[in-house]
């Protein structure tokens, strides 16, 4: 099984209505403390990074594994009630040899809050 990496955007604020929310702990912070204290899948770390430039979006982390495979971004999260659902669509995807896991075994997160997808990175 490959390495796959959770990278955290340990700025996030939430956004209600479009608007970010002044919370402390920041959500994102409080994300990633929560996927680093989870028992973590096999093949999977987490990291943390100050920001993904994705500020309007919520709390958002990137799914990667290396330039074979897809990588994702997904927004919205909440550190209160989507850890498990990250850490299920974590493991499937690094059961991939691809980053492409079937729609319908994607976690409801992965399927509804996905920001964008990038393509492989191979020559």
């Known amino acids: 099984m490959a390495q796959v990496t959770l990278t955290v955007c340990t700025t996030c604020r939430k956004t209600v209505d479009g608007t970010r929310v002044a919370e402390e702990p920041r959500p994102g912070l ?3 403390e929560a ?21 309007d979006n919520g ?3 990137v799914l990667s594994g290396g330039p ?3 990588t994702y971004i997904y927004s919205h999260l909440d550190p209160d009630t989507h ?15 691809d980053g492409i896991v079937p729609w ?11 920001l964008a997808r990038i393509p492989p990175q191979k020559d």
């Open 59 to 61: 709390c958002s982390l």
């Open 35 to 55: 996927l680093r204290a989870a028992d973590l899948p096999d093949g999977v770390r987490v990291i943390g990074n100050e920001c993904l430039s994705a500020c």
């Open 83 to 97: 850890v498990d659902e990250i850490l299920k669509g974590a493991a499937a995807y690094a059961a991939t040899d």
């Open 30 to 32: 409080r994300l990633y």
């Open 68 to 70: 074979e495979r897809w």
């Open 104 to 114: 319908r075994d994607r976690p409801v997160i992965f399927r509804k809050q996905s």
